[in-house]
Nanobody, 114 residues
């Protein structure tokens, strides 16, 4: 099983980024997909969830600014982030889970700075 995130980088405040996570080795359509983020020294924070049926849920910090989506044909989940703030700076991880099974990607760095 492999989850590979991409799309991170440096963006100024107010800017946008689109993160992607490509999954392999799982029946992607059967898994709930999550995006988390983590700042060094802090716990990993849930950002957004999208169920196998495509229903999204967002953390309060992400509501109105982030959009999670999935493409089951391409085995990918994306996180479109807009109006980015300095406090969004973190390493972003995707996670796939189904029942007791849970898989994580290696993360992609997002830095929001002028």
């Amino acid at each position: 099983v492999q989850l590979v995130e991409s799309g991170g980088g440096l963006v100024p405040p107010g800017g946008s980024l689109r993160l992607s996570c490509a999954a392999s080795g799982i029946i992607f359509s059967a898994y709930t997909m999550n995006w988390y983020r983590q700042v060094p020294g802090n716990q990993r924070e849930l950002v957004a969830i999208i169920t196998s049926s495509g229903s999204p849920t967002y953390a309060d910090s992400a509501k109105g600014r982030f959009t999670i989506s999935r493409d089951n044909a391409k085995n990918t989940v994306s996180l479109q982030m807009s109006n980015l703030k300095a406090e969004d700076t973190a390493v972003y991880f995707c996670k796939a889970y189904r029942g007791p099974l849970e898989y994580w990607g290696q993360g992609t760095q997002v830095t929001v700075s002028s």
